[in-house]
């Protein structure tokens, strides 16, 4: 089974606007990543964030972390066209060579 | 740099067919993954290989067969391919924590349809 679930699954936006997707995971990370999803492409990296870190920001992407939960949220501000991909949460287990990708949330951004 | 490249970009096989889907990558990573990806199941990990000469099966191993060449290449082999592996599948490497981190690098995915 996978590691992540992202929710929405879906999410259709007005350009400008904030997105919120949300990860939950079932076991014990190092970290946790994020990744995007260009329709017909591969996953680019987006941010990584460890399991001691609560929060980090990289422009307009903003990723928390609550370990006890097991979730993680990413918020991208001010979103533009160009956002309109799909966003996959990423978790390492064991000795962190192997990585579990859940279910992905695709975001739509109307101009 | 190419990163990680995989061949074919799409084929169409015919059930009971073998292939290898061929993977690179000019990063110098020690670790390579071979996920597939179908409508509303994310990515699942077939096999990956932490470091030249071995390999590891993940998630949905059955019917898949891998081969760590290389450093720099790890292949995806289906020895009898079934409908059920109509896919689309991607390569990744991984940096070290020293080096790029964990971040993984994807290639362009192989469409594969067997019919």
């Known amino acids: 089974s996978q590691q992540g679930e992202e929710d929405p699954q879906a999410l259709s936006i007005q350009e400008g606007e904030n997105a919120t997707m949300n990860c939950s995971y079932k076991?014990?990370?190092?970290?946790l990543q994020w990744y995007r999803q260009n329709s017909g492409r591969g996953l680019v990296h987006l941010i990584l964030i460890r399991s001691n870190e609560r929060e980090k920001h990289s422009g307009r992407l903003r990723v928390t972390l609550d370990t006890s939960k097991k979730s993680s949220s990413l918020l991208i501000t001010a979103s533009r066209a160009a956002d309109t991909a799909s966003y996959f949460c990423a978790t390492d287990a064991g000795t962190g060579n192997q990585f579990y990708f859940g279910t992905g949330t695709s975001l739509t951004v109307i101009p | 740099n190419a990163g990680v490249t995989q061949t074919p970009k799409f084929q169409v096989l015919k059930t009971g067919q073998s292939m290898t889907l061929q993977c690179a990558q000019d990063m110098n990573h020690n670790s390579m993954y071979w996920y597939r990806q179908d409508p509303g199941m994310g990515l699942r990990l077939i096999y990956y290989s932490a470091s030249e000469g071995t390999t590891d099966k993940g998630e949905v191993p059955n019917g898949y067969n891998v081969s760590r060449l290389n450093k720099r290449e790890f292949s995806l082999r289906l020895e009898s391919a079934a409908p059920s592996q109509t896919s689309v599948y991607f390569c990744?490497?991984?940096?070290?924590?020293?080096?790029?981190?964990?971040?993984?690098?994807f290639g362009e995915g192989s469409w594969l349809t067997v019919v």
């Open positions: 990744a490497s991984k940096g070290e924590p020293a080096g790029s981190g964990n971040t993984i690098y």
């Open positions: 076991t014990s990370i190092n970290n």
